[in-house]
């Protein structure tokens, strides 16, 4: 009998703020994966991607079990660049498609780290919820109720590398004070439930204002989401899609005044926090 695996993984927004390479969110959008033993290596989507052995979702497998034989089939409403961790989940997807076909029992948070060079997308797009990445591990938690979010995903692309390029070596010690003092607020506002705590904690001094240049039009969105109804917004892991935090009884006047904010740059969609993390059905 030929052994068959879907796997379902969520998008993520990495940082959140102030929580730069260490705080992440799981999103309602979702890479799905299927992986099948045809006897055939084949990759078969409708993506712009790879469909051969350099596709990263089948070099994360290949980390753990040759590809020989197996048909990959690839479909995800997670946008290719922006933020939202479509290459974490792709990575994600290979790497526990392998571990639970051939139950390998492999440390998939270990190995999705390495090939991304950071653990938080990978994270909570392996448990779901929200994240904290410290020592090798993750700890995670569960949204607070009536908490909601927007994205606001520009059309213009930023790459990752050129992102990463504009951050400093070094900062200044007032600033590493900021993002630690703020990091801590909005944890306890989450732990908590409390919006007014997360509304302060989601200030950043250690990475946004260094690349606000890239996309101008993102931060003037981070700077003016309270002002429209919103607890705040923070930049979407690299950039440029801004992720925008609201408390439910907001969130629809939050998105009609975004949509007219964004109009003719950018795309406004609501996406729920992702409770679920990477998930595998067998076929």
Excluded at 23 to 30: T, Y
Excluded at 104 to 126: R, S, Y
Excluded at 140 to 152: S, T
Aim: charged content about 20%.
């Amino acid at each position: 009998m030929r052994r068959r695996r879907s796997v379902r993984v969520p998008a993520s927004s990495a940082n959140l703020g102030p929580g730069y390479d260490a705080f992440a969110a799981a999103l309602a959008l979702h890479l799905e994966l299927e992986v099948e033993e045809t006897g055939a290596f084949a990759v078969e989507t409708e993506l712009n991607v790879p469909r051969d052995r350099t596709n990263l979702l089948v070099r994360a497998f290949e980390r753990l079990h040759p590809v020989d034989g197996l048909t990959f089939r690839v479909r995800s409403t997670i946008p290719m660049c922006g933020g939202l961790g479509s290459s974490a989940a792709a990575v994600v997807a290979g790497l526990v498609a392998a571990d639970h076909l051939f139950e390998l029992d492999a440390d998939v948070l270990a190995v999705a780290t390495e090939i991304e060079g950071h653990p938080d997308n990978v994270a909570a797009a392996l448990c779901g919820g929200f994240v904290v990445c410290a020592d090798g591990e993750a700890v995670r938690f569960d949204a607070p109720a009536g908490l909601e979010a927007l994205i606001v995903s520009p059309h213009a692309p930023v790459r990752t590398e050129q992102a990463r390029a504009a951050l400093p070596v070094q900062v200044p010690m007032a600033d590493a004070i900021f993002n630690t003092a703020h990091g801590a607020l909005l944890m306890l506002g989450l732990a908590r439930g409390e919006p007014d705590l997360i509304a302060r904690g989601l200030r950043d001094r250690l990475h946004q204002p260094h690349r606000a240049h890239l996309y101008p039009r993102s931060m003037a969105v981070v700077e003016r989401a309270p002002a429209l109804g919103a607890l705040g917004a923070t930049i979407s892991g690299a950039g440029p899609t801004v992720l925008v935090w609201t408390h439910a009884e907001q969130t629809g006047a939050v998105h009609e005044a975004l949509c007219a904010e964004a109009e003719g740059w950018a795309d406004v969609q609501r996406v729920a926090f992702e409770a679920t993390g990477a998930d595998v059905t067998e076929l």
